[in-house]
């Protein structure tokens, strides 16, 4: 079956450090990832939308000097939470698209 | 931009009572999904229709697409549907860029 895969699980980063979470489509090649964030009494928000051969594409309130992503094939994508502060806190999930999308368990990053 | 608005945002029920959870959109959606969080925060996807009623197992998703709403609904629930249920929307047919409502925590009582 299709399966996503995040990695880590869960992690803790001291403030101003950076943060790489990982993704991976297994059984299914991934057209596009999409990465949310779901911060503390909040609903789940796109972050950046990364289709094969174009570009990512970026949310308002969200960059690419903030949070890098990397998708250099259908089934794996990274993206880095540079200088990482309290407000970067929360769950992050990938979401990878065949002809439906599939979403890992999500990263939960703490920020001390 | 678009919204999803989710009611109630907290709905408690008898152990073998129907629960109904509702969903408003402010976009003509070509998708609405409805997806489960468990406490750990992992998503399932529940029940994904753009239109029409669609069923599996004991959930029953309703999509009125002019009317801009959507429904999900639980029968006879039982203690281990607890938890929360969100509603997403697509405004783009094959996109993934889906905006999410707040969420209905949904308690079964025994």
């Known amino acids: 079956g299709a399966l996503v895969y995040q990695y880590p699980r869960r992690t803790i980063c001291k403030s101003g450090t950076s943060m790489r979470m990982e993704c991976q489509a297994v059984g299914f090649q991934a057209t596009s990832v999409a990465w949310y964030r779901q911060s503390p009494q909040k609903t789940f928000e796109l972050i950046a939308l990364s289709t094969v051969n174009s570009a990512i594409k970026y949310e308002q309130n969200f960059t690419q000097e903030k949070f890098p992503i990397s998708h250099p094939n259908l089934s794996f994508s990274s993206m880095t939470v540079l200088n990482a502060y309290l407000e970067d806190r929360g769950l992050y999930l990938c979401?990878?698209?065949?002809?439906?999308?599939?979403f890992g368990k999500g990263t939960r990053l703490t920020v001390v | 931009g678009q919204q999803v608005q989710q009611s109630p945002a907290s709905l408690v029920l008898q152990e073998g009572e129907n629960a109904e959870l509702q969903c408003n959109f402010s976009s003509t959606a070509t998708r609405l999904q409805w997806f489960y969080q468990r406490p750990g925060g992992s998503l399932v996807s529940l029940l994904s229709?753009?239109?029409g009623t669609k069923h599996t197992g004991r959930l029953t998703s309703t999509t009125v697409t002019k009317e801009r709403r959507g429904s999900l609904h639980i029968s006879s629930s039982q203690i281990t549907d607890s938890g929360t249920y969100l509603c997403a929307m697509g405004v783009t047919e094959g996109a993934d860029r889906l905006t999410f409502g707040k969420g209905t925590q949904l308690i079964i009582q025994p």
């Open positions: 979401g990878a698209r065949d002809l439906e999308v599939f």
């Open positions: 229709n753009p239109s």
